[in-house]
């Protein structure tokens, strides 16, 4: 069983398209990292959240962090081909612990 | 500012072969360092870790190895490698074992 549990898995949708993922935790992080990969690369970080019910925006991209800091969302406001990717979140108990990840397909 | 490098970007090898696969980081002192494999594109497992030089940390069992000769070098062997060893291995730094961690580009590994 992950520690983080992402969702959904796999999400294609349309160019323009809205959507959000999840990445939920019965534990309590002080802190969790998004990433994004693209195929033949490594992760490359896209944000911290630190504080519970933190909101942080990356152009358009909305990343929240929930009341507890149990779970965190991303919301990104009509993709585009190029966010295409696997989302991976991260938080840090005993060790650091990275979800399985959202696969994300955006087409054109 | 502080980079990361991994090579080779791909290898082939054939089975019961050795493997040595380096990762150094630039501008940045006593990392902690991190090797993970990572399969058909999901999530991350994690190898080995190291908070120094000559101090290395195993999370799992299995048919590899991983050393720290310098401070900025952290690199992952094997002496004989099986089929199951094949995958995306990824290096990665961070300031802190909480911190968030930076990777390099990673390394395609078939075991033929």
């Known amino acids: 069983t992950q520690l983080l549990e992402q969702s959904p898995q796999f999400l294609s949708i349309q160019e323009g398209e809205n959507l959000t993922v999840y990445c939920n935790s019965s534990?309590?992080?002080?802190?969790l990292q998004w990433y994004r990969q693209e195929p033949g690369e490594g992760p490359v970080l896209l944000v911290t959240v630190v504080t519970g019910g933190e909101v942080k925006k990356l152009k358009r991209l909305t990343f929240q962090f929930g009341d507890a800091r149990k779970d965190s969302s991303l919301h990104i406001t009509a993709a585009q081909p190029g966010d295409t990717g696997l989302y991976l979140c991260?938080?840090?108990?005993?060790?650091?612990?990275f979800g399985a990840g959202t696969r994300l397909t955006v087409k054109p | 500012s502080q980079t990361i490098h991994q090579w080779p970007a791909t290898l082939v090898q054939p089975v019961g072969s050795p493997l040595s696969l380096e990762c150094t980081v630039e501008?940045?002192?006593?990392?902690?360092l991190y090797w993970y494999r990572q399969a058909a594109g999901r999530g991350l497992q994690l190898l080995f870790y190291?908070?120094?030089?000559?101090?290395i940390s195993s999370e799992v069992p299995q048919n590899l190895s991983a050393s720290r000769p310098q401070d900025r070098q952290f690199i992952l062997s094997s002496k004989k490698l099986l089929l199951s060893d094949s995958g995306f291995y990824l290096c990665a730094w961070s300031v802190r074992a909480n911190q968030p961690q930076h990777f390099g580009d990673g390394t395609r590994l078939s075991i033929l």
């Open positions: 534990s309590v992080f002080s802190s």
């Open positions: 190291s908070v120094g030089i000559g101090q």
């Open positions: 501008g940045t002192s006593n990392p902690n």
């Open positions: 991260a938080g840090y108990l005993n060790d650091m612990r």
